[in-house]
C-alpha cells in the first residue's frame, strides 16, 4: 500500500533516554515533516526538509534532531528524553512546494511517546 | 504573530447540518487546510482553497474569504462517523502550516 508509515507506533521509556521514531514515505514525495502533537490536541510544526533545505522550528529543543538518509525516510532521534517529550509524534509528507505551491500533506499514523 | 482560532467542541444531531468556523492570521497566505482527525488516528486531509468562495464535495463543503482572514467547514447530512476533530490551517509565505487546535465535534443520535 501506497502510505506513509511509523514506527514503533507505542513508545514508553525512561527520562534521560536516548530513543528514536522511524518514519518511511513511498508516495514519492520530496518533502517530509515532524509533528508534535500535544495533550491540547495542537499540531506543533518541528521540522520540514527536502533534499535542499532543513527548516527547523526555532523552539525545538536541539535534543531532537532529524536524520534523513534517503528521500523517503526521515527518522527523527531524541536525546536524553524529558517528562514534557510524552505526546504523538506525526509524520508526514508532500511533493515538492517550491515549484508547484501548496500541496497536500498525508500523514503517518502517529507515535505515541510517553515519557516516565 | 501568527493564530489560528475556531471552537473547541460543538455538538450536533444526526442528519442535521453543521458549520464549523476559523479565522486565522499568518505571515503570508498560500491557502487554507481542513483536515479531519478521528480519535487516536492521523489527520486526513479534507479539503482545500485559496480563492474566496465555496469549494464543495460531497457532504462536505468550505468555504474561504481571504479579506477576513476567515474560513468554514460545512457538513450535511451528519452522520455518526462524522464525529472527529476537524483541524484548520493555513499555510504561510514559507509553506509552513500554521494549525488550529481543532474542533471536536460530537454528533448524537
Known amino acids: 500500500d501506497t502510505a506513509v508509515s511509523q514506527t514503533p507506533k507505542y513508545l514508553v521509556t525512561q527520562m534521560g533516554n536516548d530513543k528514536s521514531i522511524k518514519c518511511e514515505q513511498n508516495?514519492?514525495?520530496?518533502?517530509m515533516y515532524w509533528y508534535k502533537q500535544d495533550s491540547k490536541k495542537f499540531l506543533k510544526i518541528m521540522f520540514s526538509?527536502?533534499?535542499?533545505?532543513?527548516?527547523i522550528n526555532e523552539t525545538v529543543p536541539n535534543r531532537f534532531s532529524p536524520k534523513s538518509p534517503d528521500k523517503a525516510h526521515l527518522n527523527l532521534h531524541i536525546n536524553s528524553l524529558e517528562l514534557g517529550d510524552s505526546a504523538v509524534y506525526f509524520c508526514?509528507?508532500?511533493?515538492?512546494?517550491?515549484?508547484?505551491?501548496?500541496?497536500?500533506?498525508?500523514f503517518g499514523p502517529g507515535t505515541r511517546l510517553l515519557v516516565l | 504573530g501568527q493564530n489560528i482560532d475556531q471552537p473547541t467542541e460543538m455538538t450536533a444531531t444526526e442528519g442535521a447540518i453543521v458549520q464549523i468556523n476559523c479565522t486565522y492570521q499568518t505571515s503570508g497566505f498560500n491557502g487554507l487546510f481542513w483536515y479531519q482527525q478521528h480519535a487516536g488516528e492521523a489527520p486526513t486531509f479534507l479539503s482545500y482553497?485559496?480563492l474566496d468562495g465555496l469549494e464543495e464535495k460531497g457532504r462536505f463543503s468550505s468555504f474561504l474569504s481571504r479579506s477576513k482572514g476567515y474560513s468554514y467547514l460545512l457538513l450535511k447530512e451528519l452522520q455518526m462517523k462524522d464525529s472527529a476533530s476537524y483541524l484548520c490551517?493555513?499555510?504561510?509565505?514559507?509553506?509552513?502550516?500554521?494549525w488550529g487546535a481543532g474542533t471536536k465535534l460530537i454528533i448524537k443520535p
Open positions: 490551517a493555513s499555510m504561510d509565505s514559507n509553506y509552513q502550516l500554521i
Open positions: 526538509y527536502n533534499n535542499k533545505e532543513l527548516i
Open positions: 482553497n485559496v
Open positions: 508516495l514519492g514525495h520530496d518533502t
Open positions: 508526514a509528507s508532500s511533493q515538492d512546494l517550491q515549484d508547484r505551491g501548496p500541496e497536500t500533506q498525508y
